[in-house]
């Protein structure tokens, strides 16, 4: 338990409030992804502002684009055992996460998340196509257990995640390796694992493969039941993941189902599936 809270658990509940029921010093790494602040895109006419203009329209309509309130990183630093934190954020929200941190003495680092495939931009502005993570820890070591060359890599090369938005329905899906390797870097097995801005449960699933111990919360029940079914090994299309059962299926079974994901066929793994 932390609080009145269940581990390997989590919640449909407003962070803002859950976290006062989480006692200090209880947790050994928090992972967030609050809503981003956007940034404006003109009014455009164009087909490719119009894809712009759309994406955009998704987030607002989830309320996705509010940014957050400092009130919570306050909170989030008494209720970790030492400062151990990593943020997702954009372009925007650097200056604010940098200065609230580093106020407080942490050492900082800037993970990168590059796009391959981001909508071009040629209205006097560079393309969207980086996203960033914040990490910051103060009196805390980096975990010497999973010291490797790629795991300490500030970079991550990836096209937006479409096979795994379309499987989990959230638009700000992370990739889950990236959250793999920030859980390996920053925490050690059976460690405490929070996430107080859940989305469709990345940093939960991630944390449960790699054998720590974890809570989230998630303020939308939409998106609280896809983060649900997801640790559950269930997707939002009701279908069971292929992930979650390594060991009852054959090996060539195996490879026929790597191979239609592989070559982006993902309705013959899941029909394969079924
Ligand atoms: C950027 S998304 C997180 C996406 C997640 N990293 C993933 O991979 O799916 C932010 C999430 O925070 C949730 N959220 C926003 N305000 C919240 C609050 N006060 N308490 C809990 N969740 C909140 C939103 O509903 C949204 O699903």
């Not at 996430?195 to 940093?203: H, Q, V």
Request: net charge neutral; glycine share 4%.
């Amino acid at each position: 338990m932390v609080g009145k809270y269940k581990l390997n658990n989590i919640y449909n509940e407003d962070s803002y409030i859950a976290i006062k029921n989480i006692p200090d010093k209880s947790l050994d790494l928090v992972i967030i992804d609050p809503p981003y602040e956007l940034e404006t895109h003109g009014g455009s006419h164009s087909q490719l502002a119009k894809q712009i203009q759309s994406q955009h329209k998704e987030l607002y309509e989830n309320n996705l684009h509010i940014g957050v309130d400092n009130k919570i990183l306050e909170q989030l630093c008494l209720k970790m055992k030492n400062i151990n934190i990593c943020i997702f954020c954009n372009k925007k929200q650097l200056i604010q996460y940098l200065n609230f941190f580093t106020e407080k003495g942490c050492l900082f680092d800037i993970i990168t998340w590059h796009k391959q495939n981001a909508i071009p931009n040629y209205s006097g502005k560079y393309m969207s196509d980086t996203e960033y993570c914040l990490v910051f820890r103060k009196n805390k070591p980096m975990n010497k257990e999973s010291e490797n060359y790629d795991d300490r890599k500030t970079w991550w090369i990836e096209p937006i995640n479409s096979t795994d938005k379309s499987l989990y329905g959230h638009p700000t899906i992370k990739p889950l390796e990236l959250v793999k390797k920030l859980i390996r870097n920053h925490s050690q097995e059976n460690d405490i694992v929070a996430d107080f801005f859940l989305g469709s449960g990345t940093t939960c699933v991630a944390a449960k493969e790699l054998n720590r111990r974890y809570i989230g919360f998630e303020i939308d029940p939409k998106y609280f039941k896809i983060a649900k079914d997801r640790l559950n090994g269930i997707n939002a299309n009701g279908q069971t993941s292929i992930f979650t059962d390594f060991e009852k299926i054959g090996e060539w079974e195996m490879k026929i189902r790597l191979l239609a994901f592989d070559s982006k066929m993902v309705n013959l793994a899941i029909f394969i599936e079924c």
